[in-house]
């Protein structure tokens, strides 16, 4: 079965720092794998996304994020966090064969201090 | 395009009674899904539709749990009848089939308590 896992709980990071959110998956076949945040009281919100193709994809709000096959990663990053980037983080992967969910991981609480 | 609508934002009940939550997914999309979010299990995928039809409720709790979506723009999350444990914040979700790499697009949630 496809699983996405998120090991750190809340990440902290100095406002202006890099910032790195880790993923790692485990899929039968070749993934399809997304970030989403969410903002407290709020939706989860699409950030980007990884198909096929260039292992560095860019999204929203300056994040990217890298694919790496051999270690089966796809951690999100930031070459310079802002405070308003605080919120909670979200792996996920497509589940394989003829379905269509996603599975999500347990989220990671980034924290961007001042 | 407005997003994902729900309805109500935030819901306050008294154990036993029904619940219904709403969702409009965004115009066009044909996959339409259900979530439910607590600090205990996370995120938990209850029941999806594709073109009005389930295709899986394996996520649905128990029978007290039951999802319609009469048509394309709109969606029903019933729990009769409610229980404590059933307080959670509650997502619906769409995506486009057509053209699509499978992004799903959630709405602002409904915050369920039950007394």
């Known amino acids: 079965a496809q699983s996405v896992a998120q090991p750190e709980d809340q990440v902290n990071v100095a406002e202006g720092n890099p910032l790195t959110v880790k993923c790692t998956y485990s899929?039968?076949?070749?993934?399809?794998l997304f970030w989403y945040v969410q903002y407290p009281n709020r939706g989860l919100q699409f950030l980007l996304k990884y198909i096929t193709g260039d292992n560095l994809v860019k999204g929203s709000y300056g994040f990217e994020a890298e694919f790496n096959k051999s270690q089966t990663s796809f951690h999100l990053k930031k070459p310079s966090a802002l405070v308003s980037d605080s919120a909670l983080y979200f792996c996920?992967?497509?589940?394989?064969?003829?379905?269509?969910?996603?599975?999500f991981g347990t989220g990671t609480l980034l924290a961007v201090q001042p | 395009d407005a997003g994902v609508i729900q309805s109500p934002r935030h819901e306050v009940t008294e154990m036993g009674q029904e619940v219904t939550l709403r969702c409009k997914p965004i115009?066009?999309?044909?996959?339409l899904f259900w979530y439910r979010q607590t600090m205990m299990r996370g995120l938990e995928l209850l029941i999806y539709f594709n073109n009005n039809v389930p295709i899986d409720d394996s996520g649905m709790p128990e029978d007290r749990f039951s999802a319609k979506m009469p048509n394309a723009s709109f969606s029903t999350l019933k729990i009769q009848p409610s229980e404590p444990r059933d307080s959670a914040v509650y997502f619906c979700?769409?995506?486009?089939?057509?053209?699509?790499?499978?992004?799903?697009?959630f709405g602002p949630g409904t915050r369920l308590t039950v007394l």
């Open positions: 996920a992967v497509r589940d394989g064969g003829a379905t269509n969910k996603l599975i």
């Open positions: 115009s066009g999309h044909d996959y």
């Open positions: 979700a769409s995506r486009r089939s057509q053209g699509s790499t499978d992004t799903q697009y």
């Open positions: 899929v039968s076949g070749n993934p399809y």
